[in-house]
């Protein structure tokens, strides 16, 4: 395979930015530059909004019954396409080829299951007060929708947007990562190439800053949907307050997994560890504070380490790879200033805590025990193969430490005591909590945060809503 440079799609249209811009995109495993993307201009934005509104004209006339079938037929063609989409991720993203391919799956999965869903967006009729009066509650698309999703799941970020907004019936402009160009360029072909009409799938790169300052004031762009840290997101929804957009926002996350000394303590282990190392921990639910009952504390770290120190970290092309590098250098920056912060605020490395090898940006697992609450790690977002370890008492202990940070993305618990699961599926303050398995992100299940980690579900019979409008007709014969 060999890798493709990624142009800009507007109305129908593969093409450079009107300024012949070009932004070089690196392999993190080798450093090595493989290729670019073109950038976008105003002069290209413009024109894509324009595309976008013609494209909303098409598709929301197009019946739920048509639209489904050119879903359907994308995921198909997505399928098919999974070992060139995954390999073209894994160049560009690092991740092991097992969990790129894995991605691409899903994203057919979701596009299939919005593809139904699509079919069943439901009005109501209300009964009268009076006799031949209908009362009716309509749902239409929203409009011309805008998405701007990060690097870590390039794919997967922008199918939670794309599946949705399309079954719903809206057009959209994709702002995908300029890191990760590629596997979104192709999971937009395989659309297109399933027969999606022109100007209905948009997608840009450039200075995120400008495009999302241009597409969110703008006045044809109907809806705001954004993937990335909890600080750009409460701009950008500033931002779309400002101009009235409706918004959705999936922000960063410090998960707390909360083992009690009645847990599976081995199970614990093995899921946890897969879900922390997963994506090199590039994971917006991945656990990151391990909060650990004092009886089994010893017991779980040190298997944790054990384990830990046996994963395979390698370019992820190799299939016997278990994790890849960070995918750009200044994921390696802030690994290194979060575990100096830690050292010298007194918390130990049991393991990890540097570089591996001197080439590619590929970090050793790490585990980090004793960080007070201090600890610059302990309270923002590591996003990268961190593990913090911590004991507990009692249970209002862990749920205290679970709860005592502004973020509620995920959140995980071990124990074998049915009343401890309900009371810390009652007690802790997130979005999406998984006890005893990794149970997240499924097409059809919402996924969605709350306090700092943002509002609005993707996924599930939920996630189609952010793209309808409610309307309410009242009549009566003439
Ligand atoms: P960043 O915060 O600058 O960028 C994160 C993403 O937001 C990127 O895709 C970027 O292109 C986009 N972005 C940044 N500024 C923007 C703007 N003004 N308008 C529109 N889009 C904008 O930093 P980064 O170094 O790429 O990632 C660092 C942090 O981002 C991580 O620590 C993590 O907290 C967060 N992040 C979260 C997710 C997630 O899944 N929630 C994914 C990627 C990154």
């Not at 413009?46 to 995921?75: C, L, N, P």
Request: proline share 4%; with cysteine.
């Amino acid at each position: 395979m060999t890798y493709q440079d990624t142009l800009l799609h507007i109305g129908g249209r593969w093409s450079e930015g009107s300024g012949g811009g070009r932004i070089p995109v690196l392999n993190p495993a080798t450093e090595e530059t493989i290729g670019w993307v073109a950038k976008a201009e105003k002069a290209d934005l413009e024109q894509a909004v324009a595309a976008a509104v013609k494209g909303f004209q098409v598709w929301r006339r197009v019946s739920a019954f048509e639209r489904s079938k050119v879903m359907r037929k994308a995921a198909d063609i997505i399928r098919e396409r999974t070992e060139d989409i995954a390999r073209a991720m894994t160049t560009e993203q690092g991740k092991p080829l097992a969990q790129a391919r894995l991605e691409t799956l899903t994203a057919a999965d979701m596009t299939e299951w919005f593809a139904e869903e699509g079919r069943r967006v439901y009005g109501r009729v209300i009964p009268a007060r009076a006799e031949g009066i209908y009362q009716l509650s309509l749902r239409e698309p929203v409009g011309p929708v805008a998405a701007f999703t990060p690097w870590n799941f390039p794919i997967s970020q922008i199918i939670k947007k794309l599946a949705a907004a399309l079954a719903g019936g809206c057009s959209i402009i994709i702002k995908a990562a300029e890191e990760t160009p590629a596997s979104a360029a192709a999971l937009v072909q395989a659309f297109l190439d399933a027969g999606m009409p022109d100007g209905v799938i948009n997608l840009v790169f450039g200075a995120p800053a400008e495009i999302s300052e241009y597409l969110i004031t703008h006045p044809d762009i109907r809806k705001v949907s954004f993937t990335g840290s909890t600080a750009i997101g409460k701009q950008l929804a500033s931002l779309a307050g400002l101009h009235m957009k409706r918004v959705t926002m999936e922000l960063g996350g410090h998960a707390p997994a909360i083992v009690f000394d009645d847990a599976d303590v081995d199970k614990a282990v093995t899921v946890l560890l897969a879900a922390k190392y997963r994506n090199a921990g590039q994971v917006c639910i991945a656990p990151t504070r391990f909060i650990v009952q004092e009886n089994v504390y010893d017991q779980f770290v040190s298997t944790f380490v054990d384990k830990a120190e046996k994963l395979k970290v390698g370019n992820g092309m190799d299939e016997s790879t278990e994790m890849g590098p960070l995918a750009h250098d200044r994921r390696v920056a802030a690994m290194e200033s979060l575990i100096q912060d830690a050292i010298a605020k007194g918390a130990k490395v049991r393991t990890g805590g540097e570089r591996s090898g001197n080439k590619g940006y590929f970090f050793k697992p790490t585990v980090i025990t004793d960080a007070s609450v201090e600890t610059t790690a302990m309270n923002l977002e590591p996003f990268g193969p961190i593990a913090l370890m911590s004991r507990f008492d009692g249970l209002e202990d862990a749920i205290g430490e679970a709860n005592r940070l502004p973020y509620g993305l995920a959140a995980y618990a071990f124990t074998r005591s049915a009343k401890t699961s309900i009371d810390i599926a009652n007690g802790v303050e997130s979005g999406m909590i998984s006890i005893n398995q990794n149970g997240l992100a499924l097409p059809e299940t919402p996924f969605a945060g709350i306090k700092d980690s943002g509002y609005g579900a993707e996924g599930g019979s939920e996630g189609i809503e952010a793209y309808v409008n409610t309307r309410f007709v009242s009549q009566s014969g003439a």
